[in-house]
């Protein structure tokens, strides 16, 4: 799986960093639209990076999002520092969240973001421990076709 | 039509919007409005911006009389992306702008 990349950058995000949540997506959407990508790719990817900083912003101390560019897909990772999660599958449901109202107040924590993020891409993928944090890797594939969602 | 203030993007109103999308949930705007879309939203912190921004929106307008806050309105003027203030409520927006012909985004599933 972990073929050379052409590129790749990472971006640290800072855990309960409200103001600021939503930068690095910004700033990795500035760097796919460089890489002259379809605009459709860079519209998944970008709400599905949203989304991913979001939960770091919200539930971890920290995280690094690494982008790598293949010829044919861009891969993220997502490793945080935070609580993990117990039960992945029970996240995975759309309306599933362990958010407070404050994170509802800045529109997000409605138990949204993971299946927003596996709607969005053709790879995705959830590893987590308890109390050390989780792992996100999700890829779009750069020549498919406009996913429907 | 809605007497709204504009705080970023007066030179860029010129604009054919296609539909609009109204909500206050992000994740709900990500996972369904379209690229080209109004939002139409009471959220005035930075995820407002940033959402309109990855999912490629038009323009935003702001409900109920609510300030952007500085991070939201900075951002919105550095991505040249319109951002407008109304004192009208959500429904009131929404039903101005449906009666001037606006139509809602179509849910893919």
């Known amino acids: 799986v972990d073929r050379d990349s052409l590129y790749r950058e990472s971006f640290p995000i800072k855990g309960d960093d409200f103001e600021r949540g939503g930068e690095v997506a910004t700033r990795v959407k500035g760097l796919l639209q460089q890489l002259g990508l379809p605009r ?3 519209r998944r990817l970008s709400i599905a990076n949203f989304e991913a ?8 101390r920290e995280a690094t999002l690494e982008v790598l560019v293949f010829p044919d897909l861009i891969r993220v990772q997502v490793v945080d520092r935070g609580p993990g999660i117990a039960d992945i599958d ?11 109202e404050a994170m509802r107040a800045r529109g997000f924590g409605a138990g949204l973001g993971l299946p927003n993020i596996q709607r969005n891409t053709d790879e995705f993928e959830v590893k987590s421990d308890v109390g050390v944090g989780t792992t ?14 | 039509v809605l007497t709204c203030e504009i705080l970023s993007g007066d030179d860029l109103l010129d604009l054919d919007i296609a539909c609009c999308f109204a909500a206050d949930l992000m994740s709900d705007v990500l996972a369904s409005a379209p690229n080209g879309a109004l939002l139409v939203t009471g959220l005035a912190s930075s995820q407002m911006v940033h959402t309109a921004e990855v999912a490629d929106l038009a323009a935003i307008v702001l409900v109920a009389g609510k300030r952007p806050e500085v991070e939201a309105l900075a951002f919105a ?6 951002l407008l203030l109304t004192g009208l409520s959500m429904f009131e927006v929404c039903s101005l702008l449906s009666q001037h012909g606006l139509r809602g ?3 893919k599933e």
Do not use: C, F
């Open chain 2, 105 to 107: 985004a179509v849910r």
């Open chain 2, 77 to 82: 003027r550095q991505r040249k992306l319109p």
């Open chain 1, 53 to 60: 900083e979001m939960n770091v912003v919200m539930y971890a």
């Open chain 1, 136 to 149: 996100l890797r999700y890829a779009v594939h750069t020549t498919s076709r406009p996913k429907e969602g």
């Open chain 1, 90 to 100: 029970w996240a995975m449901q759309e309306g599933h969240s362990t958010a407070t």
């Open chain 1, 40 to 42: 459709d790719v860079i």
